[in-house]
């Protein structure tokens, strides 16, 4: 195998490493010394193998040296990395915008979206929220929001509004969660989430989706070919 790497290890939105690659087949082996090169071979060699079969296989041989390869030994390799083949969500190119813009962990918008409406950007509730992020139309008009149907305007107003409430309780996400359910006079009276059992249900729910999102999505990596044939594999969902 012929792998290229790009010059460098560059960063996409605000804390995410990408490597960009361009591939030919064939087999993939090579050896590591330093730990540092070690584990930087092991992230491009989980994400590179398009032709051989994505899992990773290592072995360790008599002189201590690391060997990685894509292609699968009896005897003394064993998997190490199995490349996670997931897609994006279909909001998703929208949710790592609206994350970046708003300083919000992009699982708890996901969270948010899956619990209010389901993914049904069509959604209306008995007490008429309306859209992914089911925004009353009182608060879509605070938060500029003209189409309540519209995925892209609906994420943009609920990530803006529950940006507000983070701003009003000192970044508290369980207090914001609970003010953008219930309404923030509520919180504010209550001294803490409302003791309203509908409310500390969603408080909770959104929270252990959201850990339970961070925790699958750090071994997530998506597949992108560029316009030059150079194919970017990077842990961050991006629009095609």
Do not use: W
Not at 188 to 207: D, F, M, N, Q, W
């Amino acid at each position: 195998m012929v792998l290229k790497c790009g010059p460098y290890i560059d960063k996409f939105d605000n804390t995410v490493k990408i490597l960009r690659i361009a591939q030919k087949g064939g087999l993939m082996l090579c050896s590591i010394m330093s730990n540092l090169i070690m584990l930087a071979a092991l992230m491009i060699f989980t994400l590179c193998s398009a032709d051989a079969g994505a899992d990773i296989f290592q072995y360790v041989d008599k002189e201590g040296i690391t060997h990685f390869t894509n292609v699968s030994h009896r005897g003394e390799y064993k998997k190490v990395i199995t490349e996670n083949r997931s897609k994006p969500g279909r909001f998703e190119h929208i949710i790592q915008r609206k994350a970046l813009k708003y300083r919000i962990d992009p699982s708890i918008i996901r969270a948010m979206i899956k619990v209010e409406s389901g993914g049904n950007p069509r959604a209306v509730s008995h007490k008429g929220a309306r859209g992914l992020m089911q925004l009353m139309p009182a608060t879509a008009k605070e938060m500029n929001v003209q189409n309540l149907f519209s995925p892209e305007e609906s994420i943009e107003g609920g990530s803006r509004y529950l940006r507000h409430m983070l701003n009003s309780f000192n970044d508290n996400m369980s207090l914001a969660l609970a003010a953008y359910n219930a309404g923030p006079s509520r919180v504010r009276k209550s001294r803490g989430i409302p003791a309203i059992p509908e409310t500390r249900k969603y408080v909770k729910k959104i929270l252990n989706l959201s850990q339970k999102d961070t925790k699958s999505s750090r071994s997530q990596i998506y597949k992108v070919k560029q316009k030059d044939g150079t194919i970017l594999f990077t842990n961050i969902a991006r629009a095609n």
